[in-house]
Every structure is written in C-alpha cells, then in structure tokens.
C-alpha cells in the first residue's frame, strides 16, 4: 500500500514539474515576443503601455497575462 502512494505522489510531482517546465518555456518565449511587439510600438510613437515602464517590465507583464490564459483549460 505504501508503494502505491509514493509511486502516486511521485506521478504527480513529475507532472507537475512538466507542466512548471512548460510555463518557463512558454513564458520565455512569449517574452521575446512581446518584447518585439513593445520596442516596435515604442519606436513607432504609439502611447500603449504604462508611462514610465521600462519596455522589459512591459513585456515581461504581458508575457505573463498572455501565457495565463493558455494554462486556464
């Protein structure tokens, strides 16, 4: 009985270390994006985002907003 709730909890730990995994990974990513996405709306004089955030808090902010609602399902 033992064996089959460690083996359980340690099943559940992987997955849950996958999924953690996956969400650096996805976030990272995203985070390049968006950081493309805000140094071109910068550049080009658009007002988005908020007065006096650095162009690296931005997009790390909107990294995390985008990548929150993949991981809603």
Request: aromatic share 10%.
């Amino acid at each position: 009985m033992q064996t089959q709730v460690s083996h359980s909890i340690s099943q559940s730990h992987n997955a849950w270390s996958r999924d953690r995994i996956e969400y650096r990974f996805l976030v990272t990513l995203s985070f390049f994006l968006c950081l493309a996405a805000a140094l071109i709306g910068r550049l080009s004089g658009s007002k988005s985002g908020e007065p006096g955030r650095s162009i690296f808090a931005q997009a790390k902010a909107d990294a995390h907003a985008a990548i929150g609602y993949a991981f809603h399902g």
